[in-house]
């Protein structure tokens, strides 16, 4: 952001900074009451306003949890067209449920996907509707701060933390830094592959984390091309084609730098976060896409922006768009891999064993 915006907009971030503040001592003094579940409830969140990687994390904790455990996500569903406490099924959409929850259930449908926007309600509903659940993952609820999670996972980008960043509208941060205090573990995410112990021992240096957290770094790693839709044909040789990058995310720079370092020629075009395609971005797209002289030419987008392309999926078809997924997935850094899942194996055992629901 341009400094001189940045500090044109600073008053406005200094006053939403104490309106949060003194939610938080109302919350920290009890007069405001957060309830603590003696179930096991693990929250994946961040300080700041998207693009930290925290879908791919939960998705990480899915494949973690889900042989050993009977878990559950539990979302807002940011962005969707509906309101209330839902359950994802085989019929749902995107625009019923939000991107990031239709993206766990159509990976993942054999365990519960909910969302609701409060989760103090929600929980109770999941634990008596799965009497055998054994984990509630929260996504994105680290400021919902009427529940108090067992265990919170704290993301923070590698090349935007949260202790060089600034409360918004000047930053991109939802609360002042020193929210990171309620954190029991903090991911430092999208880190290079190849980040150096000393700089790790920097980074860690900056956070100043506390005695009772933990401080991990984990990086992306690009999975197989895939088609979106069964007509497709799978391609093995991607050498001369061309790319058309199309995202509706709140960062897409890591992937389009990606394309750019195996594809001879990629094009991007993106909408804001969690943007609904209608027809008339179809069409947009679909002009761009055919100026493209190289007859050899795919699209690329997300798995979670195809949760929202999907509604449009007979318009797509009509214009004969060839889309494809690129899937990421989160990769610890060395040793940090197992020491990030022992603790949470750790929490859930311990928590399990209290209330005696091990398998």
Not at 17 to 44: D, M, Q
Not at 58 to 66: G, P, R
Not at 291 to 308: F, L, P, Y
């Amino acid at each position: 952001m341009n400094y001189i915006i940045q500090f044109i907009l600073m008053p406005f971030s200094i006053l939403y900074g104490l309106i949060n503040t003194i939610i938080n001592w109302l919350y920290e003094k009890k007069i405001l009451k957060s309830v603590r579940f003696a179930h096991p409830v693990i929250c994946v969140g961040n300080l700041s306003v998207g693009g930290t990687g925290k879908t791919p994390h939960i998705e990480y904790l899915i494949q973690l949890l889900k042989p050993h455990y009977h878990i559950a996500t539990l979302s807002r569903g940011y962005g969707r067209k509906t309101a209330g406490l839902l359950y994802a099924n085989e019929n749902s959409t995107a625009a019923e449920i939000g991107d990031e929850p239709m993206q766990y259930s159509m990976k993942n449908p054999e365990i519960p996907v909910v969302v609701g926007e409060n989760r103090l309600l929600a929980i109770p509903d999941i634990l008596s509707s799965f009497p055998n659940n054994q984990c509630i993952l929260l996504d994105d609820a680290m400021q919902h701060r009427s529940v108090k999670a067992g265990l919170t996972i704290m993301i923070s980008q590698y090349d935007k933390p949260f202790y060089k960043d600034f409360i918004i509208p000047a930053g991109r941060l939802r609360e002042p830094r020193s929210g990171y205090k309620r954190a029991d573990i903090i991911v430092v995410s999208k880190c290079p592959e190849n980040i150096s112990p000393e700089e790790q021992d920097k980074i860690i240096e900056h956070i100043k984390p506390f005695s009772y957290q933990h401080v991990y770094f984990s990086s992306f790693q690009y999975g197989s091309i895939y088609p979106m839709f069964t007509h497709l044909p799978f391609i093995n040789d991607w050498k001369d084609y061309t790319i058309f990058i199309l995202t509706g995310i709140a960062d897409n720079s890591k992937m389009i730098n990606y394309c750019k370092s195996i594809y001879k020629e990629v094009f991007s075009f993106d909408y804001k976060d969690h943007h609904y395609f209608d027809r008339y971005d179809i069409e947009k797209v679909s002009d761009l896409f055919n100026e493209i002289k190289n007859e050899k030419k795919i699209i690329i987008t997300t798995e979670k922006d195809a949760t929202r392309l999907a509604l449009e999926k007979e318009f797509i078809w009509k214009k004969n768009l060839p889309i494809y997924l690129l899937p990421i997935q989160v990769k610890f850094i060395e040793n940090n891999k197992s020491k990030f899942e022992a603790d949470i194996h750790q929490y859930l055992s311990v928590t399990l064993q209290k209330n005696n629901k091990t398998i």
